[in-house]
């Protein structure tokens, strides 16, 4: 998942240097939102993930 946001940033910021405003506004939510989904999994998955019994 953070591999597609890092493609949506990429394209928001190549759209943005071309002046295509409107699809790097909407590259741009798609990345920020997949980002913001990634932390969350992740952050379950550090909680949850791995536990050892000892």
């Known amino acids: 998942m953070l591999r597609w946001t890092v493609i949506f940033l990429i394209v928001a910021i ?4 071309f002046g295509f405003f409107g ?3 909407g590259a ?7 980002f913001f989904i990634f932390i969350v999994l992740f952050i379950i998955s ?3 993930g791995r536990r050892s019994s000892v």
């Open 14 to 17: 190549i759209a943005g240097i």
């Open 23 to 25: 699809i790097a506004a």
């Open 28 to 34: 741009a939510a798609i990345a920020k939102t997949l």
């Open 46 to 48: 550090l909680l949850f």
